[in-house]
């Protein structure tokens, strides 16, 4: 029994109507059927049940076959990293040690892992020095805001007329994200930590 099939059974009491057919595993499919109710109020049966983990050519698979409300499809390592966090780095760990993971296989690394995760920093932490505030010496002064910087700034864009709250949140979100760019290049540059 290979690692996938072992970490699918034993999460198979957390996937709601799951079942095993002969090369793959059927369960009720996290992402479009996330609630015990369909739209209509009814209850879903296990026959209604869309999400399949299956072994294809590459490796263990997630793929849901409800075409029109969802149709996704994944590896088993961004299955189980957005759907199981915890087992997700223990899997890693255990194709880590196999030597089944890493660059050009379908498991990231362990400490790829551990820093998508938010467990590992992306670069050193830097330490604040003590003896200069208790000694009495002052730190020493910030520079001048660079003009690079102030371009850096934000820009307050009124967002347009919109007809609908998806429209204004769509909107928005792309303003979000120039600013969220900008306060980037911006720690990028002054060497700050997040």
């Not at 059927?26 to 983990?53: I, V």
């Not at 998806?166 to 911006?186: D, F, T, V």
Request: aromatic share 10%; proline share 8%.
């Amino acid at each position: 029994m290979t690692i996938e099939e072992e970490l699918i059974n034993s999460l198979s009491h957390k996937l709601i109507h799951f079942s095993q057919k002969r090369n793959s595993f059927k369960f009720q499919c996290p992402y479009c059927q996330y609630g015990r109710m369909n739209r209509k109020g009814k209850a879903f049966t296990p026959s209604e049940a869309s999400g399949y983990l299956y072994e294809g050519k590459d490796g263990w698979n997630f793929k849901c076959h409800r075409e029109k409300h969802c149709g996704r499809g994944t590896s088993f390592a961004v299955f189980l990293e957005e759907n199981f966090p915890s087992e997700f780095l223990n899997y890693v760990r255990l194709r880590e040690e196999q030597g089944t993971a890493g660059y050009q296989t379908n498991c990231p690394s362990l400490a790829t892992a551990l820093k998508r995760s938010g467990t590992l920093p992306n670069h050193p932490p830097r330490f604040h020095d003590p003896s200069r505030t208790q000694n009495g010496l002052q730190p020493p002064p910030e520079a001048p805001a660079k003009a690079s910087e102030v371009e850096l700034m934000p820009k307050i864009t009124k967002l347009p007329p919109m007809t609908s709250p998806q429209q204004q949140a769509g909107h928005q979100a792309a303003i979000n994200q120039l600013i969220k760019q900008r306060e980037k290049r911006r720690r990028e540059i002054s060497g700050e930590l997040w």
